[in-house]
């Protein structure tokens, strides 16, 4: 039987690299279509060790509709994976043109495109930023929109374009996927996220510190009203969000219309309880100092994850200790990211079936 196709825009870049492992594990085969604007291509040649399958790339940009107009009359497309995008919060403050033409331009243009080819079938990388600054947790799905920022206003506002569109035409089965925090990296050591500069997230912060990389954490407040007064989040690990995918792509494929769905654990976790399971994982101390509040964080929040469990059948199954021992094989293994040769090993994980590569060539293919 043949693969079939599913479009991954953005899908060279860390959950996109990672949903592409689970989509070859769970039977796809993935396109990758990417600027490379915010990743590396050499992430799909890992995804080639660990799967035994390499994701042809396309570089082009998801605004383009001629290039998407070339794209799926060349490719037998079936659904769409759409990931790329502008994530960061204060770059989007700063320029919000650029987070509305990417995130609600591009995503337009995409939709067009796939109208336009007769391919209906669609799951998107929403954010549980679309909820702001959440009071209670768990926050379900019914929680109204108040994001806080450009980046979070974007995503809100192709939920709604692509709710009006499920609702006009019928035909479309669409799934917009609300990721809390994702972090880890794929069990293998050898797919994982290297960020450019010093990071801005947490768990990456932590894993360069344990790494001797950086002297120590800030820790951006421990005032707030949690268990130790540090901020609380819902980290789950980006395979458990890749795989989350593949069960959203296969319930859109079969129930026309729209669904809004979180992605988390269900469970919050402290700063310095982050802190704590990465020593454990790690080995290594994590030098911290406690500093001011960062303007823009919530004190805690965390994900109603029934709704996932009750429409896709997913529910996250790796743990806190599991997402750092993962984040810290990938860093030690690779202090440079993909920049450091690929590990000399035979994975184990590498099923018989799937031990065939595509030709290397394919990358940096254009079809711009
Ligand atoms: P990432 O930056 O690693 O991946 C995004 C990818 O999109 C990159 O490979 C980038 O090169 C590509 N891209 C950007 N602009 C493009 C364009 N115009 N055309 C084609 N490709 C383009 O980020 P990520 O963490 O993997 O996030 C993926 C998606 O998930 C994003 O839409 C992000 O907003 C969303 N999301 C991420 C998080 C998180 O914590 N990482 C949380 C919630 C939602
Ligand atoms: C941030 C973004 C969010 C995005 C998510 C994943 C903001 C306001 N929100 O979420 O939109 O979806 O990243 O990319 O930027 N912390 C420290 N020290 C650090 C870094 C973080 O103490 O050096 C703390 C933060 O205060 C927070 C927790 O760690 O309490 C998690 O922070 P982070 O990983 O940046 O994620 P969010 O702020 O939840």
Redesign the pocket.
């Known amino acids: 039987m043949p693969r079939a196709k599913i479009l991954v825009t953005g899908g060279a870049g860390f959950i996109g690299s990672h949903t592409c492992v689970a989509l070859i594990e769970a039977g796809y085969q993935p396109l990758v279509l990417d600027t490379l604007v915010n990743s590396d291509a050499r992430s799909l040649q890992r995804v080639g060790c660990i799967t035994g399958l390499q994701p042809l790339l396309l570089r082009c940009d998801v605004r383009d509709g001629a290039a998407l107009d070339r794209v799926f009359a060349e490719h037998a497309i079936e659904a769409v994976v759409h990931l790329a995008g502008l ?4 770059e989007s403050v700063a320029d919000p043109l650029a987070y509305y033409d990417v995130n609600l331009a591009g995503t337009l243009a995409l939709v067009q495109a796939m109208g336009r080819a007769g391919v209906r079938t669609l799951v998107f990388s929403s ?3 679309v909820y702001g600054d959440a009071r209670h947790s768990p926050i379900p799905e019914s929680a109204p929109y108040a994001a806080v ?1 450009p ?2 206003r974007s995503k809100a506002m192709v939920e709604n374009l692509l709710a009006d569109l499920a609702h006009a035409d019928p035909r479309w089965g669409i799934a917009c996927l609300r ?1 809390f ?3 880890g990296a794929h069990e293998s050591g050898l797919l994982g996220e290297r960020p450019h500069g010093p ?5 990456p ?1 932590i894993s360069q510190v344990a790494a001797g990389e950086r002297e120590y ?5 421990a005032d707030y009203e949690t268990i130790d007064g ?4 819902d980290y789950v690990h980006v395979m458990d969000v890749a795989e989350g995918h593949v069960a959203a792509l296969r319930h859109a494929a079969r129930e026309p219309g729209i669904l809004m769905t979180n992605l988390g654990t269900g469970r919050g976790a402290s ?1 310095l309880e ?1 802190v704590c399971a990465f020593e454990r994982a790690s080995g290594r101390r994590i030098a911290l100092r406690i ?1 001011p ?2 303007p ?3 004190p805690a929040y965390w994900a109603d994850a029934r709704n996932a469990q009750a429409r896709l059948g997913w529910r996250a199954r790796r743990d806190l200790d599991q997402m750092c021992a993962d984040s810290w094989r990938w860093q030690a293994a690779n202090p440079h990211g993909f920049d450091d040769p690929v590990p000399p090993m035979q994975p184990p994980w590498l099923g018989a079936d799937l031990q065939i590569f595509h030709a290397t060539s394919n990358l940096g293919h254009s079809n711009a």
Do not use: E
């Open positions: 994530k960061a919060v204060g954010s549980a930023t920022n980046y979070g990721y925090n994702p972090v990071p801005a997230n947490l768990m912060y954490l800030l820790v951006h407040g540090t901020g609380v989040r700063v982050v500093g509040r960062r823009g964080d919530a």
